[in-house]
């Protein structure tokens, strides 16, 4: 079983900053990779970016390319994504996920174990 708790969303305007943490708990975190989605109203779930266990591999959605950075610090069980030039198109819920297979080293929406309840991020124009 793994816990996780995402914290850092809010209301923030267009250009503006935020940035997102998701605590771990109940496994060793060092041994698994770690996602961020999001889903906007009426949409479906999407991938944002992730990183694998040593953080050395990383992956962005083109869409926060160059404006997000995703991060994990393993000493503290948490994964970090760091959000700025935030636009409208941002709004949504945002999920962090882990996906415990020791071999993904890219963690996609159909191979994730543990997701949390997310936390809302609201970007206004």
């Known amino acids: 079983q793994v816990q996780l708790v995402e914290s850092g969303g809010g209301l923030v305007q267009a250009g503006g900053s935020l940035r997102l943490s998701c605590a771990a708990s109940?496994?060793?975190?060092?041994?698994?990779?770690m996602g961020w989605f999001r889903q906007a109203p009426g949409k479906e779930r999407e991938f944002v970016a992730s990183?694998?266990?040593?953080?050395?591999?990383?992956y962005y959605a083109d869409s926060v390319k160059g404006r997000f950075t995703i991060s994990r610090d393993n000493a503290k069980n948490t994964v970090y994504l760091e959000m700025n030039s935030l636009k409208p198109e941002d709004t949504a819920v945002y999920y962090c996920a882990a996906d415990l297979n020791p071999l993904d080293v890219r963690v996609r929406i159909s191979r994730v174990d543990y997701w949390g309840k997310g936390t809302l991020v609201t970007v206004s124009s």
């Open positions: 990183v694998s266990w040593s953080a050395g591999i990383i």
């Open positions: 109940g496994r060793t975190f060092s041994t698994y990779a």
